[in-house]
């Protein structure tokens, strides 16, 4: 069983369009994460979210937005893509240990590839 | 989290022994130091992590350094499916386990040669 998995694994789309990507974990974990891997293969935090709270990073658009109908899932909407959006997004998970976020194990889906045209 | 520096690639042959390096000279009492690796065309996946003493699993073994400004994964039989980017990521335990993400620098690009 896939621990985490994220749908669709491809995804081509025009610019301006409004898209969404799912992602699932089976883990039991109580945290999710979103990140974007550019161009250059830079990997970056877009959101984090547990059911206390959300923390977004700066630099990430107000047209992304993670919405989480349960524990279990934390889907990314993208409003007017961009160009700029083309990318891969990897959703993750992990559970929050005794000794903070430090002993934490975050798990990685798969990946989405976003390419605007 | 704080900065870690790891060189941009290493090049290993097959069956022998990898030793990747991590400096993270302002690593604080607290910080955590993780290792993840990032397979072609795949997610990052966790490899290990250690706070004080070297730690050992089935994958790697993470020796680090008496005043913990640095550490090193080691890998005791290199495989072609170990060909990857590996990272170095520092993880601070105290601050209460509230929703963060992971900051990921550029990496080392493990080359293994058959």
């Known amino acids: 069983d896939t621990a985490v998995s994220q749908t669709p694994k491809y995804l081509v789309t025009q610019m301006g369009n409004d898209k969404s990507i799912k992602c699932e974990q089976n883990l039991g974990h109580d945290t999710m994460y979103w990140y974007k891997q550019d161009s250059k293969k830079f990997l970056k935090i877009m959101f984090s979210y547990n059911n206390k709270e959300l923390i977004i990073n700066e630099t990430v658009p107000n047209r992304f937005s993670p919405k989480s109908p349960d524990k279990a899932h934390l889907n990314l909407h993208i409003n007017s893509l961009e160009l700029g959006d083309s990318a891969v997004y990897f959703c993750?998970?992990?559970?929050?240990?005794?000794?903070?976020?430090?002993?934490?194990?975050?798990?990685f889906g798969p990946g989405t590839r976003l390419l605007v045209l | 989290d704080a900065k870690t520096t790891q060189p941009n690639s290493m090049e290993s042959n097959e069956e022998e022994p990898v030793h990747l390096p991590c400096n993270h000279s302002?690593?604080?009492?607290?910080?955590?130091i993780h290792w993840y690796r990032q397979l072609p065309s795949q997610g990052p996946e966790y490899v290990i992590h250690?706070?004080?003493s070297n730690v050992n699993n089935r994958m790697a073994s993470l020796a680090i350094a008496e005043d913990r400004k640095s550490s090193t994964l080691i890998l005791h039989r290199a495989t072609l499916r170990d060909a990857a980017v590996y990272y170095c990521?520092?993880?601070?335990?105290?601050?209460?386990?509230?929703?963060?993400?992971?900051?990921f620098g550029k990496g080392t690009h493990l080359i293994i040669q058959p």
């Open positions: 302002t690593i604080s009492g607290t910080d955590y």
């Open positions: 250690g706070l004080t």
């Open positions: 990521i520092l993880r601070d335990g105290g601050s209460g386990g509230g929703a963060d993400g992971l900051t």
């Open positions: 993750a998970s992990s559970h929050a240990t005794s000794s903070g976020r430090g002993g934490e194990t975050q798990y």
